[in-house]
C-alpha cells in the first residue's frame, strides 16, 4: 500500500504521543520520581484577561488545520484542580516533550517566519512545544479550557510562546525554554495576550504591544 508524506506525519505523531504517554505511565509507576515532583506549588494570584485581542495569524490558520486543537467546550472546567498526580503529570510532560523535540525556526523548518503545528515530524519552535503538551495533557485528563496558548516578549524582546494553565493555585507556564513549571509572574517574561475562555478569541493581558510572529525556538 503506497504511504503519503501525510501518513507518515501521522504516524510520527502517533508514536510521539504514545511515547510521551508511556512516559508519563512510567512517571506514575516510579514512586521515588513522582515524589520529587509531588509537593503543589504555593498559591498565587492569576493573570488578568482584558479587552478582546488580535490573534496571531498563525495560530488561525492552525486553527483551519486542526480545528479541534482550537475548539473548547464552556461546560469544561475554567481552572485545573491541583492535586499532586495532575502536578506531577503536568512537571512530566513539560519536561519530556522538552527532551522530545529537536528545536528548529520555522525559518529553517518550513521556509516561512511562522507557522503552528504539532511537531509531527519530531522537530518544531517554541508553540509546536506548547501545543503538543496540551494535546497530550487533554488526554490525560485536564481541561482544554484551562490550558490556553499565550504570546509573551521574552528575555531577548522576541515574540515567544508558552502555554498558561489556568488554576486553582494560579497561573503557571509550561515553556520549552525551561524543564521548570514556574508561576506566570516568576517568568520575567512580558505577557500580550492568549487565548480566551468563552469564545474563540484571544484577549489582552495588558502588555506590550503584540509580536507579529512567535518565531524563536
Given at each position: 500500500?503506497?504511504?503519503?508524506?501525510t501518513?507518515?506525519?501521522?504516524?510520527?505523531?502517533?508514536a510521539?504521543l504514545?511515547l510521551?504517554?508511556?512516559?508519563?505511565?512510567?512517571?506514575?509507576?516510579?514512586q521515588?520520581t513522582?515524589?520529587?515532583?509531588?509537593?503543589?506549588?504555593?498559591?498565587?494570584a492569576?493573570?488578568t484577561?482584558?479587552?478582546?485581542?488580535?490573534?496571531?495569524l498563525?495560530?488561525?490558520?492552525?486553527c483551519?488545520?486542526y480545528?479541534?486543537?482550537?475548539?473548547?467546550?464552556?461546560?469544561?472546567?475554567?481552572?485545573?484542580?491541583l492535586?499532586?498526580?495532575?502536578?506531577?503529570?503536568i512537571?512530566?510532560?513539560?519536561?519530556?516533550?522538552?527532551?522530545?523535540?529537536?528545536p528548529?525556526?520555522?525559518?529553517?523548518?518550513?521556509?516561512?517566519?511562522?507557522r503552528?503545528?504539532l511537531?509531527?515530524?519530531?522537530?518544531?519552535?517554541?508553540?509546536?512545544?506548547?501545543?503538543?503538551?496540551?494535546?497530550?495533557?487533554a488526554?490525560?485528563?485536564?481541561?482544554?479550557?484551562?490550558?490556553?496558548?499565550?504570546?509573551?516578549?521574552?528575555?531577548?524582546?522576541?515574540?515567544?510562546?508558552?502555554?498558561?494553565?489556568?488554576?486553582d493555585?494560579?497561573?503557571?507556564?509550561?515553556?520549552?525554554?525551561?524543564?521548570?513549571?514556574?508561576?506566570?509572574?516568576?517568568?520575567?517574561?512580558?505577557?500580550?495576550?492568549?487565548?480566551?475562555?468563552?469564545?474563540?478569541?484571544?484577549?489582552?493581558?495588558?502588555?506590550?504591544?503584540?509580536?507579529?510572529?512567535?518565531?524563536?525556538?
Open positions: 500500500m503506497r504511504t503519503t508524506g501518513d507518515h506525519l501521522k504516524t510520527g505523531l502517533l510521539m504514545a510521551c504517554l508511556g512516559f508519563l505511565c512510567d512517571a506514575a509507576a516510579t521515588a513522582a515524589q520529587t515532583m509531588a509537593a503543589l506549588p504555593a498559591a498565587g492569576g493573570l484577561p482584558g479587552a478582546e485581542a488580535r490573534p496571531i498563525a495560530w488561525t490558520e492552525f483551519q488545520s480545528p479541534a486543537e482550537c475548539a473548547f467546550d464552556r461546560n469544561e472546567p475554567a481552572r485545573i484542580t492535586t499532586p498526580a495532575i502536578w506531577s503529570t512537571v512530566s510532560v513539560n519536561r519530556r516533550v522538552n527532551r522530545t523535540i529537536e528548529v525556526t520555522d525559518q529553517e523548518h518550513w521556509g516561512r517566519p511562522d503552528w503545528d511537531a509531527e515530524d519530531g522537530r518544531g519552535d517554541c508553540e509546536d512545544y506548547q501545543l503538543l503538551k496540551r494535546r497530550i495533557l488526554a490525560a485528563g485536564l481541561p482544554r479550557r484551562a490550558m490556553r496558548m499565550t504570546v509573551v516578549i521574552d528575555e531577548k524582546g522576541e515574540g515567544h510562546a508558552v502555554l498558561t494553565l489556568v488554576t493555585r494560579g497561573d503557571y507556564i509550561l515553556d520549552n525554554k525551561t524543564n521548570a513549571v514556574m508561576a506566570w509572574h516568576e517568568t520575567g517574561y512580558v505577557f500580550i495576550k492568549r487565548e480566551g475562555q468563552d469564545a474563540l478569541a484571544w484577549v489582552s493581558l495588558g502588555g506590550a504591544s503584540s509580536p507579529v510572529t512567535t518565531a524563536n525556538r
